[in-house]
């Protein structure tokens, strides 16, 4: 069975950081790609990061955003730098498969 979960959200001041982690268990890694997502109310889920298993990365927004993976901890992980208001949303990790986690909360205030 498949599992994500997300943590590392909060509330944090515009400038912040954070560093967000998506433990997952029920498959195993070889070829893989695997993301970070990111909703807010009333708009689609929007693509943040992606991380392959060749080591490829995209980013959204590159320079604030990294993403990285723990292979002996089944952790994803997606740190935020000089984080914005428009960085407030859901943020969702997905597997290689097409599963996701339940989200994990971002709020940027002041």
């Known amino acids: 069975q498949v599992q994500l979960v997300e943590s590392g959200g909060g509330l944090v001041q515009p400038g912040g950081s954070l560093r967000l982690s998506c433990a997952f268990s029920?498959?195993?890694?070889?070829?893989?790609?695997m993301s970070w997502y990111r909703q807010v109310p009333g708009k689609e889920r929007e693509l943040v990061a992606t991380?392959?298993?060749?080591?490829s990365e995209y980013y959204l927004d590159p320079g604030r955003f990294t993403i990285s993976m723990d292979n002996a901890k089944n952790t994803m992980y997606l740190e935020i730098n000089s984080l914005k208001p428009e960085d407030t949303a859901v943020y969702y990790c997905?597997?290689?498969?097409?599963?996701w986690g339940q989200g994990t909360q971002v709020t940027v205030s002041a």
């Open positions: 991380i392959t298993s060749v080591s």
């Open positions: 997905r597997s290689p498969l097409g599963d």
């Open positions: 029920g498959f195993t890694l070889s070829r893989y790609a």
